[in-house]
């Protein structure tokens, strides 16, 4: 005997689950990324723990740096730039400034600011030209331009300077500015800085 019943094929196993079911299992297909791919919703993260170990290590190669490549100390010693600066300011005014009205009182200024080879030759150079400094009436006025000490300890100092010398005397109609770069040597006598050379720069 025969049956007009006809098998049917097993339906679709999506089929036969709820509506929510379906809905769900597909949003947890779209949630879900693809070998290789990543989530647009998924925030990328750096593994901490190297991140400051390397950046701790760049800190300490950067102090090493540092400290390996310091300026030598300075040859200046703070204690004696003010008073090598000021002596240096004043002796070169008094050293190179005269009057000849008043050379007796030049070259005592020049016994007092100066010592050595440096005080002999410069009153020396006033006494043997005295007769012809009178006669032209000559007046040298020195200023300091710029000045800086360049190596100052306890007992020797160099600075550098700039002067301007305003020469006038009967020769001239017209007095003549000139300026003049010098290096300027100093030690200390009896506790007080004497200029010791000059020399042009």
């Known amino acids: 005997m025969t049956s007009d019943a006809r098998v049917r094929p097993p339906e679709d196993d999506a089929a036969m689950l709820p509506d929510a079911a379906v809905a769900g299992n597909a949003a947890e297909q779209d949630d879900a990324a693809l070998p290789g791919e990543t989530s647009g919703r998924s925030r990328p993260s750096l593994p901490l723990v190297p991140v400051l170990a390397t950046l701790l290590v760049l800190l300490l190669a950067a102090a090493a740096f540092l400290w390996f490549t310091r300026p030598e ?3 200046v010693r703070t ?9 240096a300011r004043s002796g070169i005014v008094d050293l190179t400034s ?38 032209a009436e000559a007046i040298v006025n020195t200023e300091v331009v710029g000045a800086g000490v360049t190596r ?6 160099t600075v550098l300077m700039v002067i301007q010398a305003t020469q006038e005397s009967t020769a001239s109609p017209q007095a003549q500015v000139v300026r003049y770069r010098i290096q300027v040597e100093l030690t200390k006598e009896n506790d007080r800085w004497v200029l010791s050379g000059i020399s042009g720069r």
């Open 79 to 87: 204690g004696d730039y003010v008073e090598a600066l000021q002596a």
């Open 73 to 75: 100390l300075s040859a």
């Open 98 to 135: 005269f009057d000849h009205l008043t050379l007796d009182d030049d070259i005592e200024q020049i016994r007092r600011v100066a010592t050595g080879d440096l005080r002999e030759e410069s009153v020396a150079e006033l006494d043997d030209n005295r007769q012809q400094l009178v006669d």
């Open 152 to 157: 100052a300890d306890g007992d020797a100092a």
